[in-house]
């Protein structure tokens, strides 16, 4: 729900991404209409045209919404569909040993192609988050994530498809973990963590022996391996990791941070953000993290954010080039920079 109004602003506080609320008069002519959105070069040249004040469209969203739109629902419905399906698939492995490929190339090309051509999908993914169906939707994020990721980076036709399968199977191998350290509630055992470890083996072997593309069974073998050589199983390093391993790694991380599990709370995607920004020229694939920091902020804009004081407000402005840079709108009518705000932080973000 939007509270819209008008406030009149000094351009001392006014950031790029806000929204005039007014048009922009110059001898009679209109120079900019209500609704634009303003850009470091606007505001500039403003500055330039001796404007002091400027009227900003504010819409401060005060809570989440209890009613999906239309769209909204038909991907509700169409992803527990697709859960659903995927839930049997590695049922089908964990009993048989056996992958039904030809299904979960259908579920690929079919469910996830159609969830990844939706633009608003990555804020979509908010709505369907359950702790105890979390293996089967991490697979499906992942894999959406990996094929808009793969998007960014130029992928097409049939190469964006094997992403999105990689993305799917990535974690076929933890059908053949014992299900009470695959679900264990508290931290793992040495011992236990070496056996998870070996899911990735898992999936290799199982994709190997179900004949599925080399470019998928090297992801699934590879998705934590690490640019710096500190993954696993075989910590290789950067030209020894399969270009689709690496987009699965980012997705990975993504998804698993912003998720709730059962022994870790979820994270905003700020964080997700500045640890990728820290992580991208040692852990991880430079090129690949600068698709998606440059991508991620149409998705943030926009959205609601609850501060560490309570206080929640709509993001107005995301720096370009450092996204924790963050200006927030708060429902008093103030703006915060959280950048010269160090006592406060973001602890929750929603946006629908």
């Not at 094929?147 to 933890?174: C, N, P, S, Y």
Request: charged share 25%.
């Amino acid at each position: 729900m939007l509270n819209i109004y008008n406030e009149t602003l000094t351009l001392d506080h006014i950031y790029p991404g806000m929204i005039l609320g007014a048009p922009v008069v110059i001898h009679g002519q209109f120079y900019l209409h209500s609704g634009t959105e303003l850009t470091p070069a606007l505001l500039d040249r403003l500055r330039d045209l001796g404007f002091d004040r400027l009227t900003i469209r504010r819409g401060i969203q005060l809570h989440k919404r209890t009613e999906l739109t239309v769209e909204e629902k038909k991907f509700v419905n169409t992803y527990q569909d697709t859960v659903g399906k995927l839930h049997q698939a590695f049922d089908n492995v964990r009993f048989f040993k056996e992958l039904p490929l030809q299904r979960m190339e259908e579920l690929a090309g079919e469910s996830i192609d159609q969830f990844v051509e939706q633009p608003n999908v990555i804020n979509h993914l908010q709505l369907v988050r359950h702790q105890d169906e979390y293996t089967f939707q991490h697979s499906i994020n992942v894999s959406i994530i990996a094929g808009i990721i793969a998007k960014w980076m130029g992928f097409k036709g049939a190469e964006l498809r094997q992403v999105v399968l990689t993305g799917l199977l990535h974690d076929i191998g933890k059908t053949q973990v014992p299900l009470e350290i695959l679900n264990k509630p508290g931290k793992l055992t040495p011992q236990e963590m070496a056996i998870m470890k070996r899911h990735t083996a898992f999936g290799y072997d199982l994709l190997k022996k179900a004949e599925v593309a080399p470019h998928v069974f090297l992801g699934a073998l590879q998705h934590h391996e690490r640019n710096d050589g500190t993954g696993y199983p075989l910590r290789v390093s950067h030209e020894n990791i399969h270009e689709y391993a690496r987009i699965t790694a980012v997705a990975d991380l993504y998804d698993a941070m912003t998720s709730n599990r059962v022994y870790q709370k979820k994270r905003t995607p700020f964080v997700v953000i500045e640890t990728l920004a820290r992580e991208m020229f040692s852990a991880l694939d430079p090129t690949i993290c600068l698709a998606f920091l440059d991508n991620i902020r149409s998705y943030l804009m926009g959205g609601t954010v609850v501060l560490s004081n309570g206080q929640e407000g709509e993001i107005v402005y995301l720096d370009n080039f450092a996204l924790s840079r963050i200006v927030v709108a708060i429902t008093d009518g103030t703006f915060i920079r959280l950048d010269e705000r160090k006592d406060l932080k973001v602890v929750d973000f929603y946006n629908f």
